[in-house]
């Protein structure tokens, strides 16, 4: 992460997502109790950061109230991320659609830039992580639909920490290209019904990807 980012970036959301990257990779296996003083005492935080960085992963389903105060992980299993993609699908099949009837050329930019860098970037599990979240975003952009966008970005925090994840098991991201790349081609072409089954694909073969690789995460993790 760029120091300069580190230091704009909130305590509390760097927090969340320290925390939510051990949780999906099941390091903080489901059940944990999570106490704030604790929490508070491992990072060398104040409680007011530890607490923005619950409620976050409170917001993401991670996590869930328990008792008067405590908090347990819930922690995102095969059925978490079926639940994750099902949400995604019925947002994004929203966006491409409304995309695909006011398209422009000239709009798309942002979608033929993220192709664009994920070719370039496929040796580079960061680079292509942030790339193809970029094609996402600008889907929701383009489409023009604000309260798409605001719900988007209240689960792509989470998408980012599993595709970072998935990326650095994954050898070959090249199909992940192809499949964007195709994607485009068939949303700047303006056939909503072949984009919309096209997009159905992609998500598909990514949430089996997703699943596979979190599997073998989740194989490997002791709890620690």
């Not at 033929?112 to 860098?117: L, M, N, P």
Request: proline share 4%; with cysteine.
């Amino acid at each position: 992460m760029h120091q300069n980012r580190l230091r704009s970036v909130p305590i509390g959301v760097r927090l969340a997502e320290t925390l939510r990257d051990r949780i999906v990779r099941g390091s903080i296996p489901a059940g944990t109790h999570l106490v704030e003083d604790r929490v508070a005492e491992e990072f060398d935080v104040s409680r007011g950061p530890v607490r923005d960085a619950l409620r976050i992963l409170s917001i993401e389903q991670l996590i869930e109230p328990v008792g008067r105060r405590g908090l347990r992980v819930i922690g995102l299993g095969p059925d978490g991320i079926r639940d994750l993609y099902a949400v995604r699908r019925g947002l994004e099949t929203v966006a491409v659609t409304e995309v695909c009837r006011a398209r422009a050329e000239g709009g798309l930019g942002p979608l033929h830039r993220s192709v664009e860098t994920m070719r370039g970037s496929t040796g580079d599990v960061d680079a292509f992580a942030t790339s193809d979240l970029a094609f996402h975003r600008a889907l929701y952009e383009t489409s023009g639909n604000r309260r798409l966008l605001a719900l988007w970005e209240q689960i792509e925090p989470l998408f980012a920490c599993i595709l970072a994840i998935t990326n650095s098991i994954d050898g070959d991201l090249e199909p992940v290209v192809v499949d964007h790349s195709t994607l485009l081609e068939v949303i700047a072409s303006g056939d909503e019904r072949r984009a919309v089954d096209v997009l159905e694909k992609h998500l598909d073969g990514s949430r089996r990807r997703i699943i596979t690789a979190l599997e073998q995460v989740w194989a490997h993790s002791d709890g620690s």
